[in-house]
């Protein structure tokens, strides 16, 4: 497949990555490990006539208890935390992307910013075009939800509902400086569907910080997918608990693969932190998640069934939360 | 925009090469339609299939979402590379023996995935074998003898 031509900058620290994002904002991609981006471009999809390639910049790799670099792949992430036997369900989530090949060059950045998907815009530019293009990409008009001002392409990564459960913080630098926000609130589930992420034109994820409470959560993931060895999330659910006995200290529950934006439900799991865990209560939470989450028809598996079975991944992830140690 | 030329240098298969190239050049196109190294399959195009598995610094990766930029100062393996002194290399001899190819295509791919795990875990089990292949697809054999052909060669493995 052809890809358009683009300059390709390769910077080599931090500051001068900064730099060209700056000079090129609005007109340029970062690439990291490029699976996400590559596809894209290959079906030219929202092409940028400038692609800074993230690879070299040093500052932006590593992974350690505290901190996962942005450029980390996830293959090396895997490997740590294999080894480190810490965060389960961000280890669950981490070896259910993609396959092991994709996972040598994909990195932690890339997932947490994968672009969302859609039946109607992960084709082909000859499919599009026949059909006529979609809002989020050449075109002014959805053809999932007939209207011309949302896009409610689906998010499909696999490890924000895994780190947002756990508190996880993530460092942004841009041309103002460096700040922190909870990794929650990247996403902007205020925007159209296509403006959704809080990152202003040239700014960059530099890591993934993970406060020492952290390691206090049991935690897991499940993910509901086609071929159980490769495809993107069609729904993930996320559980972290802090316990006493039975005695429900602290409880997050996050889902991906549903909507637009990866969404943590604290209105449904504060009320149950001081309460013990009961078949109840998780049947309870459990349809309460079914009931609020609105998947449209732009993935492979119907939005009832995917709606369905969000109740059924929540209370599976919570028993197997539940029976696992540590 | 205008295109310019990036000076790349690396290792394929041993051998040095020098080549200028726009910066948009995919590792799989300048492997297969410039330097004519046909072994390593075009299947998917697209990340899914596995048929284009080359070794970048001996990790196993997918050619055709790499820009061959990145290959500056790195080697490249590709299955034109693993034979030494005329012979076969001992996955490639246990594909052979096992029966573990039908039409082929996918086969490039899943030898260099399995010369690679047999390097970091010469001794893998079943689950494990499954596991590293999950990225290779073959619309062929079924995956029984592929599997088969790679513990075979773990059997044999110096
Ligand atoms: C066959 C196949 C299957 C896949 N299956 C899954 C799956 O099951 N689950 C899943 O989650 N993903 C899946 N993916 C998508 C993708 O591989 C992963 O999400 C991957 O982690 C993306 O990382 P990357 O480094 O390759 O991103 P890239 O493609 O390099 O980048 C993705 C986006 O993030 C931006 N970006 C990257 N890093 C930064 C940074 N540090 N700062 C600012 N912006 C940045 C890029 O500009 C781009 O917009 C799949 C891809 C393929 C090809
Ligand atoms: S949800 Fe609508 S606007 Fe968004 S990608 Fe799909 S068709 Fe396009
Ligand atoms: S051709 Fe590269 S994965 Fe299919
Ligand atoms: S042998 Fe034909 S695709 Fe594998």
Redesign the interface.
């Known amino acids: 497949?052809h890809?358009?031509?683009?300059?390709?900058h390769?910077p080599e620290s931090l500051s001068e990555t900064l730099r060209l994002a700056q000079t090129w904002a609005g007109q340029s991609d970062f690439?990291a490990?490029?699976?996400d981006l590559?596809?894209n471009y290959?079906m030219h999809l929202n092409l940028r006539?400038h692609?800074i390639?993230l690879?070299r910049v040093s500052e932006l790799g590593g992974v350690s208890l505290d901190r996962f670099g942005a450029t980390a792949t996830l293959?090396e992430l895997e490997r740590y935390l294999g080894q480190a036997r810490a965060y389960p369900g961000v280890a669950d989530a981490v070896t259910e992307v993609?396959?092991?090949?994709?996972r040598?060059?994909a990195t932690l950045g890339g997932n947490l910013l994968v672009d969302t998907r859609c039946f109607f815009f992960n084709q082909s530019h000859f499919w599009r075009q026949s059909l006529g293009y979609c809002l989020k990409a050449d075109g002014d008009r959805c053809h999932v939800v007939p209207q011309k001002e949302r896009c409610y392409a689906t998010f499909s990564g696999d490890l924000a509902p895994a780190l947002m459960v756990v508190d996880a913080e993530v460092e942004v630098a841009g041309a103002s400086g460096v700040r922190r926000l909870p990794l929650r609130d990247l996403y902007d589930r205020t925007g159209d569907g296509i403006r959704r992420l809080r990152l202003a034109p040239g700014e960059l994820l530099v890591a993934v910080h993970l406060p020492s409470e952290a390691r206090q959560f049991r935690a897991s993931y499940l993910k509901l997918r086609i071929r159980p060895?490769?495809d993107f999330p069609e729904l993930g659910v996320a559980v972290a608990a802090r316990t006493d006995g039975d005695r429900i200290e602290a409880l997050r529950l996050a889902v991906g693969g549903l909507e637009t934006y990866p969404r943590r439900f604290d209105e449904l799991t504060d009320p149950l932190e001081g309460q013990r865990w009961s078949e109840e209560r998780i049947r309870d939470l459990a349809a309460a998640v079914s009931a609020a989450v609105r998947p449209v028809r732009n993935t492979s598996l119907a939005p009832d069934y995917r709606k369905r079975m969000a109740g059924v991944y929540v209370r599976r992830a919570i028993d197997r939360m539940r029976h696992r140690g540590g | 925009?205008?295109?310019?030329t990036?000076p790349i240098r690396f290792q394929l298969n041993g051998l040095p090469v020098e080549r200028s190239i726009?910066?948009?050049r995919?590792l799989l196109d300048l492997i297969r339609d410039e330097l004519r190294l046909t072994g390593t399959k075009r299947g998917c195009?697209?990340?899914?299939c596995?048929c284009c598995?080359v070794l970048l610094d001996g990790?196993?990766?997918?050619s055709c979402?790499?820009?061959a930029?990145?290959a500056d100062g790195r080697s490249v393996t590709t299955i034109e590379g693993i034979m030494t002194g005329g012979r076969l290399h001992p996955v490639q001899a246990a594909f052979v023996e096992c029966g573990a190819t039908q039409c082929g295509f996918c086969t490039p791919g899943f030898v260099l995935?399995a010369v690679a795990l047999l390097r970091e875990n010469p001794h893998p089990d079943r689950a494990t074998i499954v596991?590293?292949i999950?990225?290779?697809l073959c619309r062929c054999t079924g995956y029984t003898k592929i599997v088969r052909a790679i513990e075979r060669a773990s059997e044999v493995a110096p």
């Open positions: 497949m890809l358009d031509a683009f300059e390709l390769r690439l490990g490029g699976t590559l596809p290959k006539p692609l390639a690879d293959g993609a396959t092991p090949l994709v040598a060059t060895s490769f | 925009m205008s295109t310019r990036v726009p910066p948009e995919i195009d697209l990340g899914t596995g598995t990790t196993p990766v997918l979402l790499t820009l930029a990145r995935t596991r590293a999950s990225g290779n």
